[in-house]
């Protein structure tokens, strides 16, 4: 009976010890750090996560009354511990009912959590000594200097970064205050640079860029936002730009079309192959415009007064060109208002109408750059020009003395042209030697008829 007493009394006085061993150790400050719409990604399995965060001096020590082996993952960012934990959330004759995590530490008060957890939840927390103030200024500079690099303050946090390199411990112990500093210019510089592209409705480096500051800095919510605002930013610009460009294509407004398309293939837009297609069929359709392929010239020569040269000037490949020309004894002629040789014996010295007409091939010989004010050559040449000439008489007929006969004297020749085209701006200067050989010959017109030909064209291109 005795000892049965003293068994008691034993008992009772540890557990008394106990409770006040325990009443003496101090509390551990846990605050939920969640943020919204956390999501613990894993597919389709039935699990979440919980993750503690601690930049103490301490270790955790993690349980769980469900839970004999935790799924703990232990890893280091800068100068702060981080405990990831995977619960299943559901398991065949098993309810997770009641289940809590128990979070200890050497010198402190068990804290428990309650887990009431759903599939692919997550929840973090922070787990800090409320007495961290007592501790080194290194601890407290470098713990706010953490918190203010996640809020987005970077240059505070560079001040309270440089205050703990002040500190014994800096180079007494593994930190990554340098590295810190160092995403701190790094984010500030992206941050000035993100805004820029934002103020040139440059969505989608916007973008980009606030996703790589999001993998330096993933619990700034201030980038999070600026990046989400970057991508609606980016879908509706992008939606506007291939819409509003398919009805300028579609009513053939292909200047406003092109400026659209062009934006959305530098801004990557989703539908960029779109605009890629429908880009090179308005440059094909714009083709002769934008290279001004087309010219019409004054040709010049002092035996045909009349003259008109059309050519194709591409800058990328041959094209042709097409010229005619006539004296104006040719309207005369038409008119029958054209005086007759009436004198036996007697020859015009050169036709009195003629025409020519030529088509040919013309070729790049020179294009510096597509600057319109930089000279173009190209060369013509052309084996079918034709030239045509005469003279009209009306004599008295041989076989009737009484009566005139009239006489058309027509004489032909091939005419083959070689020259050049210089174009300089929108103005096209051009010169064409022309050589003739006479098929039907009718001396002495035919000697001016047939002499070599130089032929001086100005015009414009458009």
């Known amino acids: ?170 180079d007494e112990t593994d930190n990554h205050i340098d590295e810190y500093i160092e995403q701190c210019d790094s984010l500030k510089s992206w941050m000035i640079q993100a805004q820029r592209y934002t103020d040139n409705r440059d969505y989608y480096n916007a973008k980009a860029l606030y996703l790589k500051m999001l993998g330096k800095n993933p619990e700034c919510t201030i980038i999070r936002e600026l990046y989400e605002q970057a991508s609606d930013n980016f879908n509706r610009v992008s939606k506007h730009d291939i819409e509003v460009a398919q009805a300028y294509f579609d009513t053939k407004r292909y200047d406003e079309a092109r400026v659209l398309y062009e934006h959305a293939i530098e801004q990557n837009n989703p539908q960029s192959s779109l605009a890629g297609t429908n880009l090179a069929a308005i440059k094909l359709k714009r083709y002769k415009a934008d290279n001004h392929t087309r010219s019409v010239s004054f040709v010049y020569e002092p035996d045909v007064n009349i003259g008109i040269m059309f050519a194709g000037l591409k800058p990328d490949k041959s094209s042709g060109y097409f010229s005619f020309g006539f004296e104006r004894g040719c309207i005369d002629l038409m008119s029958q208002s054209l005086e007759p040789i009436q004198t036996q014996g007697l020859y015009p010295e050169k036709p009195m109408y003629q025409a020519m007409i030529s088509a040919g091939w013309t070729f790049r010989l020179y294009t510096s750059n597509p600057n319109d004010y930089v000279p173009k050559v190209w060369a013509l040449f052309s084996p079918f020009s034709y030239a045509a000439g005469g003279y009209y008489s009306k004599l008295p007929d041989p076989d009737n003395n009484k009566e005139l006969k009239e006489d058309y004297h027509l004489m032909h020749a091939v005419a083959p042209e070689v020259g050049v085209a210089v174009r300089i701006w929108r103005v096209i200067l051009s010169y064409r030697y022309q050589y003739r050989y006479v098929l039907i010959e009718d001396k002495p017109v035919s000697d001016n008829f047939g002499k070599a030909r130089n032929l001086i064209g100005l015009g414009f291109c458009w």
Do not use: W
Request: charged share 25%; aromatic share 12%.
């Open 1 to 170: 009976m005795k000892s049965i007493k003293i068994l008691l009394t034993a008992v009772a006085l540890a557990v008394v010890t106990g409770s006040y061993a325990q009443s003496q150790l101090k509390v551990l400050r846990v605050t939920d750090i969640t943020p919204e719409l956390s999501v613990y990604p894993c597919g389709d399995r039935h699990e979440a996560m919980v993750v503690l965060r601690c930049q103490e001096p301490f270790d955790l020590i993690l349980s769980s009354n469900y839970d004999a082996n935790l799924d703990l993952t232990v890893t280091t960012e800068g100068p702060e511990k981080v405990y990831s934990i995977v619960f299943k959330t559901r398991e065949e004759g098993t309810s997770f009912k009641g289940r809590q995590l128990t979070i200890s530490a050497e010198g402190f008060q068990k804290y428990y959590i309650p887990l009431n957890l759903n599939d692919k939840e997550k929840f973090e927390y922070l787990v800090t000594d409320p007495y961290s103030k007592l501790r080194s200024l290194f601890y407290t500079a470098t713990e706010e200097g953490v918190s203010l690099f996640i809020y987005g303050m970077y240059d505070q946090a560079i001040d309270r970064f440089n205050i703990a390199k002040q500190c014994p411990e800096y």
